[in-house]
Each structure stands twice: as C-alpha cells, then as structure tokens.
C-alpha cells in the first residue's frame, strides 16, 4: 500500500487545453517511479531557508517553501514551465502555465486539464474528485488523489489572483516511500503563495 493511502480523499470545455500537447511533451513520466531514486541525474538542493519563486506574471509572483531534503533535478525541469524535485522516493513535478487569451480561470479546468496532460505520458493515471483548498498563505486552489498502476499521489491547482497564469503540482510515491517524504509534498503544495510584484 502506498503511503498516500492513509491520508482522507476527499463543464465547460477548458481554454486551458491549447497547453496540454507542450506541456506533456516535457513532462517526465509520474508513474516509472519505483527506481528512479537511482536513475535519476545528478540534483542540486532546494534551500530550505527561504520561499522558493515557482513562476511568475507581470501582476504576481508565485513561491513556495521546501523543509530541508528535497533537491531539484535541473536536467528534468524547464526553466519557467516545468519543476521537477525529488526527497526519498517521491517526486514532486510543478508545472507553470499560463492561459491563452480568453481561457476561463476555473481552478476546474485546470483540473481536467492537468489530468489529460498526466495522462497523455501515463495512460494508467487516474484522478479522483478534487476538493477545495485554501493554502497557508490564502491562496484558492484545488486537491485531489492521484492513482496509477505503480505509484499514488496527490495533485493541486492554484489560479493567480490576476488569472494571468497558474500553478500546478503532482506528487507521486511508490510503496516504499516514507511517510515524512509524503508529508513534505504536501507541505509543499500548502505553503504556495501569490504576492503582487513591485511596481
């Protein structure tokens, strides 16, 4: 049983679908995890010090805060699209995407659409129904469980309060990660904050 188990589970067309086919072109795969502790490329470490910027508009800044443990793999992640981090054997992926003119900022969705960009690179995932969630700093966003034939996890949403882009994260283990790994992602996807930019 995966350690995400023991945690409680619980439209219209999205105009976020333009970005599904780029978004999955870069994606690394969530759900080849069991070994990739081992075959992952060299990782440098998150600091844990300080809010770490996930992206940002010309409106709002996104950051969040990593504890002590987790490292980022470079050669994975593309700069202002795609996060890849990694503590034990959970991989947390953190995605960037911004709309094309006129999309809805349904946190829904986005929803949806980081499902079917999850789903293009590993058919087996399966999204459960995702349930409201307030961030420690404020910010609105979405939650849910996420199931594939391997790995669990759990994967969020949050719209920027400008609407002007989005932050999306997944974070998967496979049954031999430990429980304080687990609960780091979740920390992580929490502690995501918007702050208006200067000027």
């Known amino acids: 049983m995966s350690p995400y188990a023991a945690y409680p589970r619980g ?18 795969p969530l759900l080849a995890w069991p070994l990739a502790g ?8 998150v600091p844990s010090d300080r809010p770490v910027v996930l992206g940002e508009s010309e409106d709002y800044e996104a ?3 990593f ?39 349904d946190a829904r969705d986005l929803w949806k659409g980081l499902e079917r960009i999850t ?13 409201e969630m307030t961030a420690d700093e404020g910010a609105q966003g979405l939650k849910g469980p996420v ?19 989005a932050v999306e994260f997944t974070a998967t283990a496979d049954p031999y990660a430990a429980v304080h790994d687990v609960q ?3 920390h992580v996807m929490g502690s995501v904050a918007f702050s208006e930019e200067d000027g």
Do not use: C, H, M, N
Request: no cysteine; charged share 25%; hydrophobic share 40%.
């Open 63 to 65: 950051t969040a805060r």
């Open 11 to 28: 439209a219209r067309d999205p105009g976020w679908a333009p970005l599904g086919a780029a978004a999955a072109a870069i994606a690394l």
């Open 147 to 165: 199931e594939g034939d391997t790995v669990s996890g759990k994967a969020a949403v949050f719209p920027s309060p400008g609407g002007g882009f």
């Open 38 to 45: 081992t075959l992952l490329p060299d990782s440098s470490s």
């Open 67 to 105: 504890e002590r443990g987790w490292s980022q793999l470079p050669a994975e992640s593309t700069e202002g699209e795609l996060l890849v981090y990694r503590r034990g054997r959970v991989l947390l992926q953190i995605r960037i995407v911004r709309p094309p003119p006129d999309a809805p900022e």
């Open 119 to 131: 789903r293009a690179t590993e058919p087996s995932a399966r999204f459960g129904e995702p349930s």
């Open 184 to 186: 780091a992602a979740d």
